[in-house]
């Protein structure tokens, strides 16, 4: 190519940038003028409110709702029966709720069955009978090859517990 060309074709494109950049914004005025138009916006008046009306309370000689109707014994014992354990040390599978433990396997060792419960954590415990897990006091009963059998100790609703069987079934995760 030669230079002249080449300062041809650069003037060219000069000229054609300066003639995009003129000062003519009439379409741009005429925008925001229908815009403004557009959105005449208008409020509407407040609502109306109620004046205040008083309540008689006509159940002054019914009982109070907010008072026990029978007197609550502060050092009163609970009775005697089937208690968890609070001074015995939790055992580590006790801190996960049942329904997050898996039983993967067993494990035989020297006529002692042990079974294989993997926490939530992915971490694999060895357990026998005698073995707590769960966080209702679930003692292991049995070990199998199909299932972990334990008895849990929960409320009974009334102040007391009861004991509940629950089962870890083999899992293949």
């Given amino acids: 190519m030669k230079p002249g060309f080449i300062k041809l074709f650069t003037g060219l494109q000069f000229a054609l940038l300066l003639s995009a950049c003129s000062n ?6 005429q925008y925001i003028e229908i815009t403004r138009t557009k959105h005449i916006g ?3 008046p407040l609502p109306q409110f109620k004046p205040y009306q008083n309540f ?4 002054a ?3 109070d709702p907010f008072e026990a109707t029978f007197e609550l014994e502060e050092d009163k014992e609970l009775p005697a029966g089937l208690r968890p354990n609070e001074q ?4 580590p599978l006790e801190y996960f709720p049942l329904d997050t433990l898996r039983m993967v396997g067993i494990l035989e060792q020297n006529k002692q069955m042990w079974g294989l419960i993997k926490d939530p954590s992915n971490l694999v415990h060895r357990v026998q009978v005698g073995n707590y897990a769960g966080q209702s006091e679930g003692q292991i009963v049995s070990v199998s090859e199909e299932k972990i059998e334990l008895i849990e100790i929960v409320p009974d609703g009334i102040g ?5 069987n629950a ?4 899992s293949e995760d």
């Fill in 24 to 29: 003519d914004v009439s379409d741009l005025e």
């Fill in 42 to 44: 208008s409020v509407e």
């Fill in 56 to 59: 008689v309370y006509s159940a």
């Fill in 61 to 63: 000689d019914l009982r």
């Fill in 88 to 91: 015995r040390v939790k055992e």
């Fill in 167 to 170: 089962t870890l079934g083999i």
């Fill in 160 to 164: 007391g517990y009861i004991e509940r």
